[in-house]
């Protein structure tokens, strides 16, 4: 069984990687990450992705595969869909496909969202700071009484 993490990216470095901690932290610990790069935020999503590789061999001793899917200019709306349908697509019965629609752009969240429910996702995760004074912090200095990790396929 393989497991995939999907997600967009974002100018916060915190909003692409503390979802995944969160995720590992309960159990769902990913074999393929799948990142978004757009303009102006590539180094923030290269250092995501060293980031999420450094958590995930934590927890599992294993390098995950990394596909980035990389957009011209951030309004190509269609690709970005495709970025979240084609990684659900490409799992095998019994893996599971977790779409992370935290980081991003509201247009890129709300595509994110729509496409992990529309297309099958086992998990379609939004990350949550009940206070701002966490903002700007990595998942292992927040309180776990501050944060929910929430799955809309079980909540809505």
Not at 75 to 80: C, G, H, N
Not at 115 to 143: C, K, N, Q, T, W
Request: negative net charge; charged residues 25%.
């Amino acid at each position: 069984m393989t497991r995939s993490w999907v997600t967009t990216s974002s100018t916060t470095l915190e909003a692409m990687v503390n979802p995944l901690n969160a995720a590992c932290d309960r159990g769902f610990v990913p074999d393929r990450l799948y990142f978004l790069k757009n303009p102006g935020v590539e180094a923030e999503v290269d250092e995501a992705i060293s980031i999420a590789e450094t958590i995930i061999e934590a927890y599992n001793d294993d390098d995950p595969d990394v596909s980035i899917t990389e957009l011209e200019d951030e309004l190509e709306f269609d690709k970005i869909r495709t970025h979240v349908q084609s990684a659900i697509e490409a799992s095998d019965d019994g893996d599971e496909v977790a779409v992370d629609f935290t980081p991003g752009r509201k247009f890129m969240s709300a595509i994110a969202f729509a496409a992990g429910m529309r297309y099958g996702a086992d998990h379609v995760y939004y990350f949550y700071v009940s206070s701002p004074e966490y903002l700007g912090r990595l998942y292992p200095e927040i309180p776990r009484t501050a944060v929910d990790l929430f799955d809309f396929t079980e909540v809505v």
